[in-house]
Structure formats: structure tokens, C-alpha cells
């Protein structure tokens, strides 16, 4: 027969069962991952959506932590963090990466605290997960689209302002070019009337002047000034011309009414490009081109410029030394190719995985911001193309851009 106290201490422990096991299903209702370890780091339980995540049974979880191994790595920042919850006796919340049971590797935002023991002590640690993988990506996202946008705004207010320039040095260019012009003429008639004045004199050959008009001649350089005079006629027209065609090309490189989609062809975007960039490039390289007879592509010109210049100014700077770039374009009836091949530093493998990834950069502070490749990229995609790169550190690097002739955007 049992007695009274037995049978309410039987009550007792069935109740206290009742409410471990009551108090187990609300920790397993709770969608984020839980999980709880004692002082010296071992872990003394977890939830359900703890087990699916690293596909490990509770009971598999305390077995390997007892062994020392744990399913969440790196275990040193882990370990160190658990350390800080229980000097401080304050909660911690950091940001971290975590591979799941399918090796997937997730964001994640871990949150950890101390816990009470009976005696009023730490007892250890109770933490939580919380998957941000999603977030993160659109996060990037969006600070691609806002990169985008405001390379797009800078394309357009360079574009603004290049017409507004462009009109102001296209009227003097103007009339330097026409008085240049009309200076050439009225030089071959000067010459015309010198000719003729020097075959009249020749004729009175007993002409008392004669030898001193001659000496005269010779001590002012007369020949050789007009000879000199159509020269120096001809190099300012030529600067004058090159300067013109420099401010057409700024025009034609950030034309606002060039962001609508057209047929056009990359190898004139090139040329226009390489002009623009010609600066950056023009004291640290020699460029070669070799553009081939390729198809017209349906595209946002403005964008593709972005493009190439993006790839012409980091060829430049991944010179150490003098070096060389080469431009090529090729195509098919399908596709057309145009690289950008540079004799610079060239790029480690581990960082050519992440060249095009946003806000990736080996620049230092404030010279880049990792949009430039990655932006460019997108911009190809948009077009139905790709673009890849092939480097060897110390050799070079060259990218390739494919673009279809039959865009998808048309």
C-alpha cells in the first residue's frame, strides 16, 4: 500500500513532467531555431527547427557536444561569444554565416543570453537564429539599383552639360576654323604675289637694290616663313578639327537621347569610347585596335558605353608599368565579341570569383566603390549577353563582352 507522501510526490513528479514536456512542445512551436548550453559550452538542448536546420536529433546534439564538436562554425566565434554572455552577464547580437543540414551556406543574425541558475548564478547560454539571407540579397540589391540609378543620373547630367559646352566651344571653334581657312588662302596669295615680284626683280638683274632686297630676303627668312605659314596653317586646323570631334564624342558618349534602345554599332561605340577615356590611357599604355567587320546590335548605347569605358579605365589602372591594351571586336551571324585585353598586374584567382559580385573592390578608400563591373555586367545580361574574364597574375587580363544580334530588348 503507498502511502500519502509517496503517492503526492508521484503526483508531483508527473506534474513536473507534464510541464518539461509542456514547456519542450512550446520551445519546439517556436519557428526560429533555439538552442540552450550550459557553462562550460556543451549543449543541453535544442527545438525542433534547430534539429531540421543542421539535421541533427537533440540527442545527437548533446552526444556531439560532449565530444567537443559543434555544428556551429566557425565554433571559435561562437565559443568566444558565449564567453562574452557570460562574463558580462548581457545578451550579444552579431551577424555571421551558418551551413545548413544541405550545405547551404545562409546570413544569419545570432542572438545569445545568460541565463539564471537556482543558486542566482549564470547558468549558461539560451540563444536564437534568425535566417537574413533573403533580406541581405535585397539589400544588395537594391544598393545596385540605387548604383545604377545614380550612374545612370551622372550619365545624364554629363550628358546635359556636354551639350551645354559643346555649344559654347562649337561657335568659337567655328569661326577659328573659318578664319584659319580663310588665313590659308589669303597666304597662297601673298605667296602668288611674292612669286610673281621676285620674277620681276630677277629680270632687272642691274638693279642697284637688287642685291640688298636679296640679302634683306635671306636675313628675314622669307622662304621659310611661307613654307612654315602653311604648316603651321594646317596643324591648327587639325587641332581645331580634333577638338570639335572630341566634343562630339563626349555628346555622342552621354547623349541623353541616346538612352533610348537602337540599332548601332559597337565598333563606332568603341571608337567614341576610346576617345573619351583617351586621358586615362594615353600616359600609361599604347593601344591597339582591331575591329573586325561585325553585324550591328539592337541596344542602349549609352549603357554600352558605360560598359566599355568602365573596362578601358580599370585595363589603365591595372598597369604597374608602361603596358599595352588591345581592342578586338569579331562576330558571327548570332553573336558579336569585343575584349578588352590589358598586359597589367593580372587578378588572383580567389578574387577573380568576386569580381563582379556589388560593392566588391581591392581599390583603396575611395578610389572605387565595386559597382563598376558589377553594374557592368548587369547592364550585358540585360542585353542577353555575358561577359567573362580570363587573367593571369603578373601576365594580363582580358574581358570579353558577347552580345546578341538579335537582342531580346528590341
Known amino acids: 500500500m503507498i502511502s500519502n507522501p509517496e503517492r503526492q510526490s508521484e503526483r508531483l513528479l508527473e506534474r513536473l513532467n507534464q510541464q518539461l514536456r509542456f514547456t519542450q ?12 548550453k550550459d557553462r562550460v559550452g556543451h549543449y543541453i538542448g535544442c527545438n525542433r527547427a534547430f534539429e531540421i536546420f543542421f539535421g541533427l536529433t537533440q540527442h545527437e546534439l548533446i552526444s556531439r557536444s560532449m565530444r567537443g564538436i559543434n555544428p556551429m562554425q566557425p565554433s571559435e566565434l561562437h565559443e568566444k561569444m558565449d564567453k562574452e554572455c557570460l562574463i558580462t552577464n548581457q545578451s550579444y547580437r552579431y551577424e555571421t554565416h551558418l551551413v545548413n543540414a544541405e550545405g547551404q551556406e545562409i546570413d544569419a543574425i545570432v542572438t545569445k543570453a545568460p541565463y539564471l541558475s537556482d543558486k542566482g548564478k549564470s547558468g549558461g547560454i539560451v540563444g536564437t537564429f534568425t535566417d537574413i539571407t533573403e533580406r541581405k540579397q535585397s539589400e544588395i540589391m537594391l544598393q545596385q539599383m540605387q548604383g545604377q540609378i545614380i550612374q545612370q543620373e551622372k550619365m545624364a547630367s554629363i550628358g546635359q552639360l ?9 561657335n568659337p571653334m567655328g569661326f577659328i576654323t573659318s578664319n584659319l581657312t580663310s588665313l590659308g588662302k589669303y597666304a597662297a596669295k601673298l605667296d ?37 605659314v602653311y604648316e603651321l596653317i594646317n596643324e591648327s586646323l587639325d587641332g581645331a578639327n580634333r577638338v570639335r570631334r572630341i566634343v562630339q564624342d563626349l555628346k ?12 548601332t554599332s559597337l565598333n563606332e561605340l568603341l571608337e567614341t569610347t576610346i576617345n573619351i577615356a583617351w586621358n586615362e590611357l594615353k600616359y600609361i599604355s599604347t593601344l591597339e585596335r582591331d575591329f573586325g567587320d561585325i553585324h550591328d546590335v539592337v541596344c542602349y548605347p549609352q549603357q ?28 558571327n551571324s548570332d553573336n558579336v565579341f569585343v575584349s578588352v585585353a590589358d598586359t597589367g598586374k593580372g587578378i588572383p584567382e580567389e578574387v577573380k570569383q568576386r569580381i563582379f559580385d556589388p560593392f566588391f573592390t581591392t581599390k583603396e578608400a575611395g578610389k572605387g566603390t565595386g559597382l563598376g563591373l558589377s553594374i557592368s555586367a548587369d547592364i550585358v545580361r540585360k542585353h542577353g549577353g555575358n561577359i567573362t574574364v580570363e587573367s593571369q597574375p603578373g601576365v594580363g587580363t582580358t574581358f570579353i563582352v558577347m552580345l546578341p544580334v538579335k537582342s531580346p530588348i528590341q
Open 162 to 170: 556636354a551639350a551645354g559646352v559643346a555649344h559654347e566651344i562649337n
Open 252 to 263: 555622342s558618349f552621354s547623349r541623353v537621347d541616346q538612352a533610348e534602345c537602337c540599332r
Open 304 to 331: 554600352l558605353n558605360q560598359v566599355f569605358l568602365n573596362l578601358l579605365v580599370n585595363a589603365a589602372q591595372a598597369m604597374e608599368k608602361q603596358g599595352n591594351i588591345i581592342v578586338r571586336t569579331w562576330g
Open 192 to 228: 602668288e604675289y611674292i612669286s610673281a615680284l621676285r620674277q620681276s626683280l630677277g629680270s632687272c638683274s642691274n638693279h642697284p637694290d637688287m642685291a640688298q632686297i636679296e640679302s634683306l630676303r635671306q636675313k628675314l627668312k622669307v622662304d621659310y616663313i611661307i613654307s612654315d
Open 25 to 36: 512542445e512550446i520551445i519546439n512551436a517556436i519557428p526560429t531555431p533555439v538552442f540552450y
